[in-house]
């Protein structure tokens, strides 16, 4: 044996439990050779092909005596061939239980997939269990906020970039074994993809900076060059295996080899490593070393950086996290408030705990997780619940068939194990539909919702959770019906008409009302969710995001702006030009301590949102002005002028503030004009105080331009070819403000679409439950259908007869589901700060879908009965 | 009269303990007939097919001696009996007779 690879132990177990002793050597043996075999192409597939081989030695000869040759088994065969009959002799029952069986698995195994793979972010480190995001808490407005881009004026009050913040926290808190800063370069506010050059080759590439203790904490596997110390130089960087394809031969031709970085400084390549999984919450092509931020030679992209720490072995967070706040203050004497502090949480639950709640992480991404994870068993009980009402319905077709079986001496227990086989049998055809269909349908899920989800064939977990779910929906489905049948009276069952009990019928009356409650709770959430999906999508910015392109300010855009923004203005598509030093939807930057204002007074506090723009940004952006004026280029001073919105000029209590001066850092001026408030971020925050300044010839930020309606595609070519021509060193990127602002919606996108295709399912399968019942109902009713038309009922009376008990019974659910749901979406609503209101209107609408679809799926079955001639109804007697 | 038929795939099979002496068993006759006859064929097939052939009296098997591959299981090899012997003869004269009574051209190509 090759000795390095293992099969599954679970499978050898297996077969020694089923086979006999004399043979299992042999088969054990045979197996084990063609696995060593099989490994020699990798672990994954062998571990599959080792299952299926071992699962096909299941064959009579093999096989212990009680697995075959016993009056068990021979029972079970039975059991099965009596339940394909039954399935064959009324296919269209299969076919309705397999249906919604069917649609309830994809369901749920989809929400299965998805809620494992959040799951599963961050969770392959290898010492995750000592790996810590440090947070920070500030006082907000109302409440204390919170998050886990520590601030720099937490690190250095006076914002010195040389000060080694995780070497000064290590030297005075004990336990922390490793640690580093970490800043995506390409966040905003004033990050974007960097560019790399190897000759004629130019790509603009995602990275990050990081100190040398990265490589160590987390589990980045390096395939070539320095496994250690890769990151200690300010010329180090260390690529993915993606980046040195599109740079070199192969990662190992890419060690040692120097690539230009932003057309400004050398940087050689000391490792390559494994590109990272998609379950990383950490995404980066390339690491750059915190160095070169101490030498000036990168810029700081956010003004803020996460800090990870690796504890050692013996320490707690408990032990650390009092320690900090003490830490803080004593570095940072007059500069913070008193409720600023910092925080520890292990960091492969960042990524799903990205809310904060009182500067605590709280909730996030998780909420939605469990609000699936409840969606996806809803669904299956309400799929499970069809079958058990329908198979109930159904017993009074078979009271013959058992009656007749329980009368030649069949035990319960025997009656109960052939209802099971059978539901058990139709579960495992809906579970081997089911499957099918996730596989057909991942692909566009993935691109529907811009996930990264696959379909798990090697992971037994997943098969358990498979064998799981058929098992679990096959027995409970089949439960009722089979111990309701086998328990009830032999005379009656052979008697000439079979009635259900008073409980049967409140148990059928049961499993509908759930079914209505749980559709028309998932239709009302549906609807509101996807209303204020297009209410946050379609809504009022304030500013003008239709047509809006923007690149960076980098390479020599940095000192041409002016001569990029003429040449551009000639060119074909372009309607106008101009700059902001922030991402106009998501303005991330805030501050507070360097704004100062006339009438300010002693630790007076606001924090602003500054931006610096162009001359023809406010009539560019289409931004209103509402006092004052705004920028020119005729009036000279107004290079030195200030503009604030409205929110700021209240919460700064000034009055009249036209002609009252203002300061940022060292620059001070008047304010010539107000601004008429305009979303700076996502809709789930308020509008901030703004204040705007005119800069043309800052170092960063963006690039903006309008294009002229239909003329995308000229704006783009003329985009692209000045930029060419006058950045020629640098990649073009452009990005489009309309689809950038829709991105900050990401999750709330992806539950609403998720959301809506769920409550189809669950829908669909509400309404073939009903429809099964109607045809059941309808079967037994034909003669008192008969009878009545016979005595003079019209259509419409026997119709509403038939269909009256079930139109109650949804009314009754969706009263009590309505009020619920109510209470879960007026918190669901709360987390964005400007949000629809709820109104009856939404109320009536959903209360009206679900009698319509409940009186449909019921009345079609109702009309068909009605419309019988009585004459063939009632000769049967 | 013609006590047992034996299918195609058995005969194969018992062709193969036959040719393979001293080394037939499951794994050995499983890749012989992957590659010989480029014929898929999965290594349960084969043992359940040696498992008839022994209960038709074709083969006899006996254990062999423990080894450190495979993870320490023996190997089952089978021998063919005179039965066994008889039958393949038996089979290879009918066919025979078969083919020196076919026509020159008993199909076109």
């Known amino acids: ?138 006082k907000g407005v109302d409440a204390p906020i919170g998050g886990y881009r520590i601030p720099w004026g937490y690190k250095s009050p006076t914002w010195n970039f040389k000060e080694d913040f995780t070497d000064q926290l290590m030297a005075s808190l004990p336990g922390i074994a490793k640690a580093t800063e970490y800043q995506a370069l390409y966040e905003l506010p004033w990050g974007y993809p960097h560019t790399f050059q190897l000759g004629e080759k130019i790509h603009k590439i995602k990275g990050s900076l990081v100190e040398e203790d990265l490589l160590d904490m987390f589990s980045v596997k390096i395939l070539a060059g320095q496994q250690v110390g890769a990151l200690t130089k300010a010329t180090d960087i260390v690529i993915s295996e993606r980046m040195s394809n599109l740079f070199f031969d192969s990662p190992a031709a890419a060690v040692g080899k120097t690539l230009r970085y932003e057309n400004r400084k050398d940087l050689v390549v000391t490792a390559v490593f494994e590109d990272l999984p998609s379950n990383s919450s950490l995404q980066f092509d390339y690491l750059l070393s915190w160095k070169l931020l101490h030498t000036g030679e990168v810029y700081n992209a956010s003004g803020t950086s996460m800090i990870f720490l690796l504890l050692e072995e013996a320490a707690s967070v408990a032990q650390i996290e009092p320690l900090f706040k003490n830490f803080l203050h004593e570095r940072l004497v007059g500069h913070v408030e008193e409720e600023v502090n910092l925080g520890l949480i292990p960091f492969d639950e960042m990524h799903l705990h990205s809310d904060f709640v009182n500067g605590v992480p709280e909730g996030g991404r998780v909420e939605y997780l469990n609000l699936f994870t409840w969606v996806g068993i809803f669904i299956l009980a309400l799929a499970t619940f069809n079958f058990s009402g329908l198979a109930t319905a159904r017993s009074v077709r078979r009271s013959k068939e058992i009656g007749i079986r329980k009368a030649i001496g069949s035990s319960r227990s025997q009656l109960v194990g052939q209802f099971l086989v059978e539901s058990v049998l139709l579960s495992l055809i809906a579970i081997s539909f089911s499957l099918v269909i996730v596989q057909l349908m991942l692909p566009i899920l993935n691109t529907a919702l811009d996930l990264k989800l696959s379909f798990p064939y090697g992971e037994t977990s997943f098969w358990l959770m498979i064998a799981g779910i058929t098992i679990c929906t096959g027995v409970l489905s089949g439960a009722y019906p089979a111990l309701y049948l086998a328990f009830q009276h032999i005379n009656k069952m052979l008697r000439k008409e079979f009635k259900l009990s008073p409980g049967a019928v409140r148990f059928q009356k049961g499993l509908v009302l759930f079914q209505s409650f749980v559709t028309t709770s998932m239709l009302l959430w549906t609807i509101v969710v996807y209303h204020q999906t297009q209410y946050v999508r379609n809504s009022d910015l304030g500013y003008d995001r239709e047509g809006i392109i923007y690149i960076s300010v980098e390479g020599e855009l940095t000192t041409k702006y002016l001569l990029f923004k003429e040449e551009l203005t000639k060119m074909p598509g372009i309607a106008q030009v101009d700059r902001s030093s922030e991402a106009p939807h998501e303005m991330k930057f805030e501050v507070a301590d360097a704004i100062n204002w006339q009438g300010k007074e002693p630790g007076q506090q606001v924090g602003f949102f500054p931006t610096s723009v162009g001359f023809d940004y406010l009539e560019m952006m289409d931004l209103q002005v509402a006092e004052g004026r705004g920028f020119s280029r005729s009036v000279t001073t107004d290079t030195a002028a200030f503009m604030i919105n409205k929110v700021a000029a209240k919460q700064i209590g000034m009055e009249d503030p036209v002609g009252k001066w203002i300061s940022a850092w060292d620059k001070r001026g008047q304010i010539i004009g107000v601004l008429e408030d305009y979303h700076i971020n996502s809709l789930h925050e308020p509008i901030r105080p703004l204040i705007v300044d005119v800069k043309e010839d800052l170092y960063f930020g963006n690039i903006l331009i309008k294009t002229r309606p239909g003329q995308m595609a000229d704006a783009i070519r003329s985009t692209e070819l000045v930029a060419k021509q006058i950045n020629p060193n640098y990649a073009v990127d452009i990005k489009f403000l309309d689809v950038e602002y829709g991105k900050m919606y990401k999750s ?23 429809l099964g019942l109607a045809v059941v109902a309808a079967e037994q009713r034909r003669k008192e259908m008969g009878v009545r038309k016979v005595l003079g009922a019209s259509l419409v009376d026997l119709i509403g007869i038939f269909t009256k008990k079930f139109v109650v019974l949804v009314s009754i659910a969706s009263l009590i589901a309505l009020p619920v749901t109510y209470l879960f979406l007026r918190d669901w609503l709360q987390g964005f700060a400007y949000h629809i209101a709820l109104s009856w209107l939404h109320f009536f609408a959903v209360l009206f879908a679900s009698l319509v679809l409940a009186f449909l799926s019921i009345s079609i079955q109702a009309l068909k009965t009605a419309r019988l001639d009585p004459v063939d109804t009632l000769k049967l007697e | 009269m013609r006590k047992v038929y034996i299918g195609e795939l058995e005969e194969v099979i018992l062709l193969l303990v036959a040719m393979l002496q001293e080394e037939a068993y499951g794994v050995a006759i499983t890749k012989e007939i992957q590659s010989q006859l480029s014929r898929n064929i999965s290594v349960s097939a084969v043992h359940a097919t040696l498992h008839r052939l022994e209960k038709k009296g074709y083969v006899e098997s006996f254990m062999g001696g423990a080894t450190s591959e495979r993870g320490g299981r023996r190997k089952r090899f089978f021998k063919v009996t005179p039965a066994g012997g008889a039958i393949l003869k038996e089979i290879q004269t009918a066919r025979d007779l078969l083919w020196s009574r076919l026509p020159p051209n008993a199909w076109t190509t």
């Open chain 1, 748 to 770: 709330e996108l992806i539950a609403s679409k998720l959301g809506s295709g769920f409550t189809l399912i669950a829908i669909m399968i509400s309404c073939l439950g009903l």
């Open chain 1, 1 to 138: 044996m090759s000795g390095s690879h293992q099969p599954p132990r679970w499978v050898l177990g297996f077969l020694a439990v089923l086979c006999r002793s004399d043979v299992l050597e042999e088969i054990e043996g045979d197996l084990l050779e063609f696995y060593d075999e099989w490994t020699k192409d990798g672990k994954r597939g062998s571990d599959l092909l080792f299952v299926w081989h071992a699962l096909k030695f299941l064959r009579p000869h093999t096989l212990k005596r009680p697995f075959y040759h016993s009056k068990r088994s021979y029972m079970l065969r039975n059991h099965i061939t009596v339940s394909l009959r039954q399935i064959i002799r009324a296919k269209g029952y299969a076919a309705l239980n397999v249906l919604s069986l069917t649609l309830g698995m994809v369901a749920f195994i989809l929400i299965q997939l998805w809620v494992g793979f959040e799951w599963s972010v961050d969770s392959f480190h290898e010492k995750k269990s000592r790996l810590y995001s440090v947070y920070y808490t500030a």
